[in-house]
């Protein structure tokens, strides 16, 4: 903490280090981001802003009907029962967007961006197996 109030300066002894280390966090954590933003909006029914400023991610998961009747049938929030799917299917904890007072009929998941940077393309990989088969399983094939 005491780094972060009061960093070293030009000229102290750990400068230098100081500022290649902050500056190699912070790409890393760009390219963190860019990774889960660029594997989010791949994904099926999903659409995520980048993530800037913050630790965390927040896609707009675009839910099937079936899908919300079956959530509702179960007693759940429709991105409730998606983020318990995405739990139980790869182990990928997420926070349910009705939990931060969302807009009705829209689903959101909060997710970070601080998993190692080389575990990122593992984990949105699992994250997109996982929404192609939950879209799929729900998706109302009447419609087609």
Known sequence: MGLMVNPPKPGDISYLKY???SKSILESLRRRAQIMTDGFNSCRNVVCNFTEG???SF???RL???AMDVAKSAGKAPDVYYCLKLLEATGIST???SGFGQKEGVFHLRTT???AEEDMPAIMSSFKKFNDSFMEQ???HSRL
């Open 19 to 21: 500022s290649a280390e």
């Open 64 to 66: 099937p009907q079936r």
């Open 59 to 61: 896609p707009q998961i």
């Open 138 to 140: 729900y998706q109302d």
């Open 54 to 56: 913050a630790m965390y």
């Open 113 to 115: 961006i601080l998993p």
């Open 95 to 97: 926070v349910p967007g």
